[in-house]
């Protein structure tokens, strides 16, 4: 590939107060690509994420994403530019309708038109979500939930989609159609970061994949050959 990429992270350290979080990490995706982010539990993945989206700053290293640095972009003007992310935990409205919280995923758009076209795609995508578009969210089941989540996210049109831990809490049913949806997602044109600690699953949805310990990336490559490595076997996948 030789075009720049739509984002790329150089030297990002994050810290909170003296924990240093992030330790200067260097990773870059290209349009169109899915690229996992893996490790264990504080490695420092949603911190990565929260760096990007503009919700922790960085205290060291440069962030650019579509072009332009945003290193220190507000989060509202990343949503602009085609940064969506679906959060850990999923963060829907409970008290608000599956419809209306489709709706606020648009928030940044004034296309009417063009979201009503949108809200059906997201219906066509998750047909549950359209039979339930007037219960609260709230009482949707984890994994209609995450599906809200992600339809919400694609509602702004992004360019670039993060996935935190969306397999967190769901049955292997209903993770194996959550992956379902994501590589569809994919297939249609939309690039993902995809952080997980289902590292067996991540890998096989993506393309590229970086594997991230107590803050640093030590290991890189295509996601084929991370699942044959005897240490991502070992480590991540159970082995
Ligand atoms: P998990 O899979 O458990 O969500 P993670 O890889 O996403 O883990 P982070 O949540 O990024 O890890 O956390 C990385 C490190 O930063 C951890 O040691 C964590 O305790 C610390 N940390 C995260 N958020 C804060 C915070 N707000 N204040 C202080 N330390 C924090």
Do not use: C, W
Not at 39 to 44: F, L, M, Q, S, V
Not at 129 to 147: C, D, N, P, V
Not at 161 to 166: A, N, R, V
């Amino acid at each position: 590939m030789t075009n720049a990429p739509l984002l790329r992270v150089a030297g990002l350290a994050v810290a909170y107060g003296g924990i240093r979080a992030i330790k200067g990490i260097d990773f870059e995706i290209y349009a169109g690509e899915t690229v996992t982010l893996i490790g264990a539990n504080g490695a420092g993945k949603t911190t990565t994420l929260r760096a990007i989206t503009g919700l922790v700053p960085p205290a060291a290293g440069s962030i650019r994403f579509n072009g332009h640095d945003s290193t220190s972009a507000t989060s509202f003007s990343l949503v602009q530019q085609g940064l969506a992310m679906v959060p850990e935990g999923r963060g829907v409205f409970p008290q608000l309708t599956v419809s209306e919280n489709i709706a606020m995923g648009a928030y940044v758009r004034n296309d009417k038109a063009a979201i009503a076209n949108d809200v059906e795609r997201v219906f066509s995508l998750f047909p549950r979500l359209r039979e339930r578009s007037q219960q609260s969210a709230g009482t949707l089941s984890g994994g209609e939930q995450q599906m809200l989540a992600i339809g919400r996210a694609l509602m702004s049109r992004p360019k670039l989609l993060l996935l935190d831990e969306p397999s967190m809490g769901l049955a292997p049913v209903i993770v194996q159609k959550v992956f379902e949806v994501i590589e569809s997602i994919a297939r249609e044109g939309v690039t993902i970061l995809l952080v997980e600690q289902n590292a067996n699953l991540a890998l096989r949805a993506s393309d590229r994949a970086y594997v991230l310990e107590s803050g640093l990336i030590t290991i890189a490559g295509k996601s084929v050959d991370l699942l044959a490595d005897p240490k991502v076997r070992a480590a991540y996948l159970g082995e």
